[in-house]
């Protein structure tokens, strides 16, 4: 029972760390890319980008949501083992999360926009 604790605790700790060092990657490269379209004044030449862009947030919204349930489901699995040792705080790692996908849709929408502009 201990060495499924600990290995819970370490596959949330690695997942944890994963994830915000791809979303902090991904989000900068997002920016980058749409200062780039901005300041180029070509989205309407360079679309494939921008709907590449576009789907790429809407995919990091659905790994954001996956990784909220993992942290959900170790909580109940280490709270289920009698003893609580979270890898990461339930609330911490929701809220994390739930803000990391709010940010993508909302990058997903300047890219949009963007893309809309006449």
Known sequence: MK???IEINAWGR???QTFIYWYTG???FNAIGLGWIISANRARQLWIV???FILFN???VVS???VALYGRDAHRRLAGAGEFVSPFPIRLWNGITVNCAISLVAMAAAWIGVLAKP
Do not use: V
């Open 58 to 60: 809407l995919l990091g």
């Open 3 to 5: 060495e499924d604790r």
């Open 50 to 52: 921008c709907c590449t």
């Open 26 to 28: 991904f989000f900068a």
């Open 14 to 16: 690695l997942i944890a």
């Open 64 to 66: 954001s949501t996956f």
